[in-house]
């Protein structure tokens, strides 16, 4: 059974930093690119970033260029997004993808919600 089990969300003041995790279990972890989509309120799930399955390439949304980063954990089966200088228009819910890059089957987690408000 695959799970992608995001954590680390959670209210923030403009300015602030917030670390999301993604724990994958259920597939091969290697085989897969991970990614964080989010969804704000009223709008489409757009791409945030994504991560190549060794980790050596990545993408970032131009809008959270320099403020976000995203890497994984080969060991621990786990990717990350480190949120740094947050944004009230960051607010949304980040959602964890994986993609098997053999057979382009997605997988996602259930979401975490960021706020980002005084």
């Known amino acids: 059974q695959v799970q992608l089990v995001e954590s680390g969300g959670g209210l923030v003041q403009p300015g602030g930093s917030l670390r999301l995790s993604c724990a994958a279990s259920g597939i091969i972890f290697s085989i897969n690119a991970m990614g964080w989509y989010r969804q704000a309120p009223g709008k489409q799930r757009e791409l945030v970033a994504t991560i190549s399955p060794g980790g050596g390439s990545t993408y970032h949304l131009d809008s959270v260029k320099g403020r976000f980063t995203i890497s994984r954990d080969h060991v621990k089966n786990t990717a990350y997004l480190q949120m740094n200088s947050l944004k009230p228009e960051d607010t949304a819910v980040y959602y964890c993808?994986?993609?098997?890059?053999?057979?382009?089957?997605?997988?996602w987690g259930q979401g975490t919600q960021v706020t980002v408000s005084s």
């Open positions: 993808n994986a993609r098997n890059v053999r057979t382009l089957r997605d997988y």
